[in-house]
Every structure is written in structure tokens, then in C-alpha cells.
């Protein structure tokens, strides 16, 4: 544990470093990592899907507490890449909000389907969530460290979801994690309302 807090501390101490003391870095690279880091957690749209996959798993417990935060940042790097570079996927801010939609749902009703299913939509909706951020990768940026940040950000939020997903052992935290459901579902479908608006 103490090696995690020291790599945490080393991360955001380099982060404060002055752009003079770090003279051998290209300009931009960490600017990149720092807006990949704030792309996904700048979007209420897409923080409320990302800790939906954490609650979800922790709801659905062992392998599915790591699985599904492990897939969703795959599948979304991969997503990331195809944003990079110009593929066109239509649909995506949709998607998205459709995410919200779904994740909440599952949450809500405590949907237990195998795991492979589960995976699968969660892969789905990271793969729409990381092509919006390669899409959106601002001139001038570091690519590779722009994706690192938003990757990073999407572990933190998994995590986030994870820490608030383990009330589930508790008959109260059963019914808050449900309300915790409801209402990503309730932002998802504001979402969805305002992409067709």
C-alpha cells in the first residue's frame, strides 16, 4: 500500500513541477497528459457511465469488479485510437448518453447476466467513450500522453464507483446503491434528450 501511495504522491508532485525544471520535455507532452486526465472527468455525461461500470461491477462482485474496469479502458484506447485518427463512428455522442441509460438501469434493477454479457456492453459503450476522446484531442497535443491521462482518469472513476459499489453487502447500502442507479440512469436519459435536442 505504501508503494501506491508513493508512486500517487511522485505522479502529482511531477505534475507540479515548473515547465523551466523540465527543460528536456517536449512542449505540450505534459499539458497532453493533464488534458487527457481532465477530458473525462470535464463531462458529466461521461463520469456518470464511468463510476456506473465501477458500481456495477462491485455490485456484481468477483470477477466482475475487476473485469469490467479493466475492459472499459481497453476497449476505449482502442476507441481512443480510432478517434485519433479520423475514423468516422457515427453515433457516438448518443451512444454515450445511451451508456448512462443502460449502466444506470443495470445498477437499478441489480441485473445479473453472465459475465461475457456484461463485458460486452461495457466494452461497447468504452469503445464510443474513447473514440469521443481521440476525436477530441486538442491541437498540438501529445497523443500517446493525451491518452494516458484519459485512461488514468477512467481508472480513478471506475475506482470511485468501485468505493461507492461496496455498500452493496449491506441491506441499506443495497437500496442506496439501487438510488445510485436511478439516478445515473435519470442523468443518461437528460443526456440522451439533449443530444436529440
Known amino acids: 500500500m505504501r508503494a501506491r501511495q508513493f508512486l500517487f504522491l511522485m505522479i502529482a508532485a511531477s505534475a507540479l513541477i515548473p515547465e523551466t525544471a523540465a527543460a528536456h520535455i517536449v ?8 488534458s487527457g486526465v481532465e477530458h473525462p472527468i470535464s463531462g458529466l455525461d461521461h463520469v456518470i457511465a464511468m463510476v456506473a461500470v465501477g458500481m456495477w461491477g462491485a455490485q456484481l462482485g468477483r470477477p466482475a469488479i475487476w473485469l469490467l474496469p479493466v475492459t472499459f479502458p481497453l476497449v476505449m484506447a482502442f476507441g481512443g485510437f480510432l478517434g485519433l485518427i479520423g475514423v468516422p463512428l457515427p453515433g457516438s455522442e448518443i451512444a454515450i448518453a445511451l451508456s448512462g441509460v443502460c449502466l444506470g438501469a443495470v445498477v437499478l434493477l441489480e441485473s445479473q447476466p453472465p459475465l461475457w454479457v456484461a463485458a460486452a456492453l461495457v466494452g461497447v459503450f468504452g469503445l464510443f467513450h474513447g473514440y469521443a476522446h481521440g476525436a477530441e484531442l486538442p491541437p498540438g497535443q501529445n497523443a500517446l500522453l493525451y491518452s494516458a491521462g484519459f ?12 468505493a461507492i459499489g461496496v455498500v452493496h453487502r449491506w441491506p441499506w447500502g443495497r437500496v442506496a446503491l439501487r438510488g445510485a442507479g436511478a439516478a445515473v440512469l435519470c442523468g443518461g436519459a437528460f443526456f440522451l434528450w439533449s443530444a436529440f435536442a
Open 27 to 34: 512542449k505540450g507532452e505534459a499539458i497532453g497528459f493533464l
Open 151 to 162: 485512461v488514468l482518469a477512467t481508472g480513478l472513476l471506475h475506482a470511485t464507483g468501485i
